[in-house]
């Protein structure tokens, strides 16, 4: 999935470090050593992203920060990708870290007795004035492939946001946009969302 390269007046956090963005190239050639030389120099920053949509679960979830970032990093190291930029591979990472939440949600559920979802904690920064109280993680993952059926983009953004823990600028040198249009979707992905949940 091409997310784009950061266009020269949104560089910043996500692309301050060239040699990062060269090793991702390297990588993407087949250099294995590349690969390797990378995990340390992502490790710390996808561990805070990590920590940062776990403290949204409720207490006691079973899936830690490390676990996490290593099954992150094994699903991309498992494909092949034309990296881009430190943009693109975080905001494939973001969809990585998602999909693994979502796949740890359903499978938790189902080990339950009753099936019972696992609920998350909706911060009013992803639905505005959601709804008191916790969120199915499978309702709102329903929700979010609604809105990318309707508007991909706006569902990346609640994607790298809510799943990545990007800031509106880093979502906006990801996606290779403005910050402005990034919180003028961000606006209107949240009220799509709180809608939906609500319902």
């Known amino acids: 999935m091409?997310?784009?390269?950061?266009?020269?007046?949104?560089?910043g956090i996500l692309s301050d470090d060239a040699p990062l963005t060269e090793l991702l190239q390297a990588w993407?050639?087949?250099?294995?050593?590349?690969?390797?030389?990378l995990l340390p120099r992502v490790y710390g920053e996808l561990r805070r992203r990590a920590n940062a949509y776990l403290r949204r679960e409720r207490p006691g979830h079973t899936l830690q920060p490390t676990a996490l970032v290593h099954e992150v990093y094994l699903r991309l190291a498992a494909q092949h990708v034309d990296w881009q930029s430190r943009g693109h591979f975080f905001g494939l990472a973001s969809q990585s870290m998602r999909r693994?939440?979502?796949?740890?949600?359903?499978?938790?559920?189902?080990?339950?007795?009753?099936?019972?979802?696992?609920?998350?904690?909706?911060?009013?920064?992803?639905?505005?004035?959601?709804?008191?109280?916790?969120?199915?993680?499978?309702?709102?993952?329903?929700?979010?492939?609604?809105?990318?059926?309707?508007?991909?983009?706006?569902?990346?953004?609640?994607?790298?946001?809510?799943?990545?823990?990007?800031?509106?600028?880093?979502?906006?040198?990801?996606?290779?946009?403005?910050?402005?249009?990034?919180?003028?979707?961000?606006?209107?992905?949240?009220?799509?969302?709180?809608q939906r949940l609500r319902a």
């Open 100 to 194: 693994i939440l979502v796949d740890h949600a359903r499978h938790e559920g189902r080990a339950k007795r009753g099936g019972g979802a696992l609920k998350v904690e909706l911060s009013e920064d992803v639905a505005g004035a959601a709804p008191a109280g916790d969120v199915d993680l499978e309702a709102l993952d329903a929700a979010l492939e609604e809105l990318a059926r309707l508007d991909p983009r706006q569902g990346r953004i609640v994607e790298l946001r809510y799943f990545g823990g990007l800031s509106i600028e880093e979502t906006a040198a990801v996606l290779d946009l403005s910050p402005a249009t990034v919180k003028r979707d961000w606006t209107l992905a949240r009220a799509f969302l709180h």
């Open 2 to 11: 091409d997310e784009g390269c950061e266009p020269e007046h949104n560089r």
């Open 28 to 37: 993407s050639a087949g250099d294995t050593a590349a690969r390797e030389a």
